[in-house]
């Protein structure tokens, strides 16, 4: 999603990694950063979003930039939530969009994204535990009293076998999907090669799809008339 955005966009597209312990952004995108979230945090003092840019790693395939998570889990615990939530303000002074991606679980660091954020991506596969996590994590957000209408469903693996339709999730999370995601081998292999799937299989569905959720952020239509 940052790869297209970063494609689509006129302004700089951020992403950061906010899965603190096993963060695999950098892995995902071939990178080796030499700063990462705990450097930009220790220096939020009289930081501003220039000092925070050059912190970053560019994905110069698509121009991205990246603040990738701390090399150690240990580093974790130095990165509060109102820390986490200073830096993305300082970032969102200079970006397009900033993205954050977030590890499955209610932490302080979590909640506070959580709570600043525009809009709340939630991706869910096709078997049972899984459903039955985001919906437990669909109840917690509306105990928090998260607006709904901040929240967008994407169905990773919609079209697998499994039994178990996109019907009968829907109706289980009482909520309607989005995006739906197809399942296909050139997953693995873009991650294998550290590529990101959009650029490393334009054509599939899983590159279209990606494509359809990035339209809720810039249009297609609209990146095209810019460049033109």
């Given at each position: 999603l940052g790869v297209v955005l970063a494609q689509r966009s006129e302004r700089p597209e951020v992403l950061i990694d906010g899965h603190l312990?096993?963060?695999?952004?950098?892995?995902?995108?071939?990178?080796?950063?030499?700063?990462t979230v705990v450097d930009a945090v220790t220096q939020l003092d009289g930081a501003d979003g220039q000092?925070?840019?050059?912190?970053?790693?560019?994905?110069?395939?698509s121009g991205l930039l990246v603040l990738p998570a701390p090399v150690e889990p240990t580093f974790a615990d130095q990165v509060s939530g109102a820390q986490m939530a200073k830096l993305v303000e300082l970032v969102r002074s200079f970006a397009g969009h900033v993205i954050v991606d977030l590890p499955a679980i209610f932490n302080e660091v979590v909640l506070s994204i959580i709570e600043m954020s525009d809009d709340i991506i939630l991706v869910a596969g096709l078997d049972i535990p899984n459903?039955?996590?985001?919906?437990i994590g669909l109840q917690t957000l509306r105990l928090l009293n998260t607006p709904m209408e901040k929240l967008l469903l994407v169905l990773n693996r919609a079209n697998s076998k499994v039994k178990l339709d996109v019907g009968e999730v829907e109706r289980t999370l009482q909520v309607k999907a989005d995006v739906l995601i197809p399942s296909d081998?050139?997953?693995?292999?873009?991650v294998n090669k550290g590529e990101p799937v959009v650029m490393h299989a334009p054509k599939?569905?899983?590159?279209?799809?990606?494509?359809q959720l990035a339209d809720q952020f810039i249009p297609a239509?609209?990146?095209?008339?810019r460049r033109r």
């Amino acid at each position: 999603l940052g790869v297209v955005l970063a494609q689509r966009s006129e302004r700089p597209e951020v992403l950061i990694d906010g899965h603190l312990q096993f963060g695999d952004v950098a892995v995902m995108l071939k990178l080796q950063p030499r700063h990462t979230v705990v450097d930009a945090v220790t220096q939020l003092d009289g930081a501003d979003g220039q000092l925070l840019r050059q912190l970053m790693t560019v994905h110069e395939p698509s121009g991205l930039l990246v603040l990738p998570a701390p090399v150690e889990p240990t580093f974790a615990d130095q990165v509060s939530g109102a820390q986490m939530a200073k830096l993305v303000e300082l970032v969102r002074s200079f970006a397009g969009h900033v993205i954050v991606d977030l590890p499955a679980i209610f932490n302080e660091v979590v909640l506070s994204i959580i709570e600043m954020s525009d809009d709340i991506i939630l991706v869910a596969g096709l078997d049972i535990p899984n459903i039955k996590n985001v919906k437990i994590g669909l109840q917690t957000l509306r105990l928090l009293n998260t607006p709904m209408e901040k929240l967008l469903l994407v169905l990773n693996r919609a079209n697998s076998k499994v039994k178990l339709d996109v019907g009968e999730v829907e109706r289980t999370l009482q909520v309607k999907a989005d995006v739906l995601i197809p399942s296909d081998i050139c997953v693995p292999q873009a991650v294998n090669k550290g590529e990101p799937v959009v650029m490393h299989a334009p054509k599939s569905g899983v590159s279209r799809a990606i494509q359809q959720l990035a339209d809720q952020f810039i249009p297609a239509d609209v990146a095209a008339r810019r460049r033109r």
